[in-house]
C-alpha cells in the first residue's frame, strides 16, 4: 500500500498570506489528523477529520481550519500567516475501528518571510 | 507543565552500544503508548505501540510501560549507525480521542 502523501512538500510565503496544504491518507484509512512540528514546542495536535466531520481540535486560533472530501484526502488552511507560524506540517492517517495506529506522511516545511 | 516529558538529549553512543530513552507523563488517563522515530526532513515513523503496562518487544526493540510510575522506556539493542535519528514518546488517552501527546523527542547518534 502507499504511504500518506503530502503536497507541496515546501512552501515560502510571506506575512498576511494564505495556505493550503492537502493530504491523502493511506488507501482504506477514513482518519486524518494534523500537527504542528516547531523545535520550541514539538509536535502539537491541530484537528482530526473522520468521514468529512471534524471529530477533535487542538488549541490552535480559528486561523487553522481543515476539511476532507469524500474519498478521506484532507486540505487544512492558514489564513493571515504569522512568522510563527513557520514550522513542518505533518499529517496523520488512522484505520479507525482497527488498530488506530496513526501513520505519518513526511510533512509540508512551511517557512513564513 | 507538559503532560509528556522526554529528556531531549543528544544522546550519543558507540555502535553496538544497548540505547535506554526513556518518558514520563502527569495524566493518568494516557492508555496508549507510542514510539516514533524521525530521521532528518522525515515525517516520524511509527516504531513501537503498546496498550497499558508491560513490555513489548520487536526485533531489536523493547518498548517498556510502567503506568504505576507513569513512566515510558524504549530499548534499542546493538544499536547500529542507521539508527541515528529523533526518538518521540507519544501517548493517546482514549479510544475516540485520537490526538497523540508527544514528547519532545531525544536526538540519538550512533558512532561506528
Known amino acids: 500500500k502507499a504511504g500518506v502523501t503530502q503536497t507541496p512538500r515546501y512552501l515560502i510565503k510571506t506575512r498576511g498570506q494564505q495556505v493550503t496544504l492537502s493530504c491523502s491518507p493511506i488507501?482504506?484509512?477514513?482518519?486524518v489528523s494534523w500537527y504542528q512540528q516547531t523545535p520550541g514546542q514539538g509536535l502539537q495536535f491541530l484537528f482530526e477529520y473522520f468521514s468529512e466531520t471534524q471529530r477533535n481540535k487542538g488549541n490552535f486560533p480559528g486561523r487553522f481550519s481543515g476539511r476532507q472530501f469524500s474519498n478521506s484526502r484532507s486540505e487544512m488552511n492558514v489564513s493571515t500567516l504569522e512568522l510563527g507560524d513557520s514550522a513542518l506540517y505533518l499529517c496523520a492517517s488512522m484505520n479507525s475501528g482497527g488498530s488506530n495506529e496513526q501513520f505519518f506522511g513526511p510533512g509540508t516545511r512551511l517557512t513564513v518571510l | 507543565q507538559k503532560e509528556v516529558e522526554q529528556d531531549p538529549g543528544p544522546l550519543s553512543v558507540p555502535e553496538g552500544a544497548i540505547v535506554s530513552l526513556n518518558c514520563t507523563y502527569s495524566?493518568?488517563?494516557?492508555?496508549?503508548f507510542m514510539w516514533y522515530r524521525q530521521y532528518s526532513r522525515k515525517g516520524p515513523e511509527l516504531l513501537m505501540y503498546?496498550?497499558?503496562?508491560g513490555n513489548k518487544e520487536d526485533g531489536r526493540f523493547t518498548a517498556q510501560v510502567d503506568k504505576s510510575s507513569k513512566y515510558i522506556s524504549l530499548f534499542i539493542r546493538d544499536s547500529q549507525p542507521s539508527d541515528s535519528a529523533t526518538y518521540l514518546c507519544a501517548m493517546r488517552k482514549q479510544t475516540g480521542a485520537n490526538n497523540l501527546f508527544f514528547g519532545t523527542g531525544t536526538r540519538l547518534t550512533v558512532i561506528p
Open positions: 488507501s482504506g484509512h477514513r482518519s
Open positions: 503498546t496498550y497499558s503496562s
Open positions: 495524566n493518568s488517563a494516557f492508555q496508549y
